[in-house]
């Protein structure tokens, strides 16, 4: 797949089958997260690649809207938590660092791990909806680090139908 195809093709899935994650492809998608850009080339940020079952259920918890669970967290062979890590970037950066680069640089890994993951052939979806502290408490860390994005990896269960964009032209805002 070129890298236009893998734009085109990716799409949040929410539903995944049983089949585990090849040690393999689990390695090519952590080399590629960790060539994102990040401020300073500090890479501010920490991933949790959770496997544990009571982990994984005590996410769907932490993840549970308003209008529906998040069941599918559960499903997935591997979810992957990226967090913002303050102490990286403060010393360099200071408030911008603490309060916006850090989250930048897990928010771009995590977006990298889309796109790679879609390249393998996997599915992912990006899940922003969540406690901070029940994640935390999830995957076993303290409040120097910040969850910012759960991502379940496996492979797909269904075809969802793809979403529909702002046009380009309504989106960009031309300063000439
Ligand atoms: C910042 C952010 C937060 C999101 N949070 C959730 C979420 O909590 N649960 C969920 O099912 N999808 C979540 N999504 C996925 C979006 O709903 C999805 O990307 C959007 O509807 C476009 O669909 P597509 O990814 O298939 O193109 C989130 C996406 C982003 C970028």
């Known amino acids: 797949m070129d890298f236009f195809e893998v734009v085109r093709t990716r799409q949040s899935t929410r539903a995944f089958t049983s089949q585990p994650l090849e040690p393999e492809k689990r390695q090519h998608l952590l080399d590629a997260i960790n060539r994102a850009p990040s401020a300073g080339n500090l890479q501010a940020y920490e991933i949790y690649a959770v496997t544990r079952r009571e982990s994984l259920d005590a996410m769907v918890v932490a993840a549970r809207l308003k209008t529906r669970g998040q069941d599918y967290i559960a499903q997935a062979p591997i979810v992957l938590v990226f967090c913002a890590n303050p102490a990286r970037s403060t010393p360099r950066f200071g408030s911008r660092g603490e309060t916006l680069y850090c989250v930048q640089d897990a928010t771009i890994a995590c977006a990298y791990a889309q796109l790679a993951a879609t390249a393998l052939g996997l599915a992912t979806v990006w899940i922003g909806s969540f ?29 969802p139908d793809k979403s529909v964009r702002r046009p380009v032209a309504d989106l960009v805002h031309r300063v000439e």
């Not at 901070?132 to 075809?159: F, H, K, M, N, S």
């Open 131 to 159: 406690d901070e502290t029940a994640v935390r408490q999830a995957i076993g860390v303290g409040d120097d680090l910040r969850p910012v994005v759960i991502l379940p990896v496996g492979y797909a269960a269904e075809t």
